[in-house]
Nanobody, 115 residues
């Protein structure tokens, strides 16, 4: 059974940093890879960063320069480091993956950035 559990969200002031974690079970990060999405109130869910099983990373334009996705295969955990947080980064952040032709989502972790 695939399970994704996010943590690390919180309330921070603009300019601060957070590191989000996504602990995966039932899959192998080195094979499946992982995506980070976010959804702000009233907005559609958007992809912000992705990492393949081989470690290749990609970022949305809005995430380039401030977001870093990384993975620890030994812990089967993916991280999203966010620097210089802005109020517009306020959203629920979700990790997501595919396994055996099905997609899986975590429960999300709230990030709130105040100005």
């Amino acid at each position: 059974q695939v399970q994704l559990v996010e943590s690390g969200g919180g309330s921070v002031q603009a300019g601060g940093s957070l590191r989000l974690s996504c602990a995966a079970s039932g899959i192998q990060l080195s094979i499946n890879g992982m995506n980070w999405y976010r959804q702000a109130p009233g907005n559609q869910r958007e992809l912000v960063a992705a990492i393949t099983g081989g470690g290749t990373t990609t970022y949305a334009d809005s995430a380039k320069g401030r977001f870093t996705i990384s993975g620890d295969n030994a812990k089967n955990t993916v991280y999203l480091q966010i620097h210089s947080l802005k109020p517009e980064d306020t959203a629920v952040y979700y990790c997501h993956t595919f396994h055996n032709w099905r997609e899986y989502w975590g429960q999300g972790t709230q990030v709130t950035v105040s100005s």
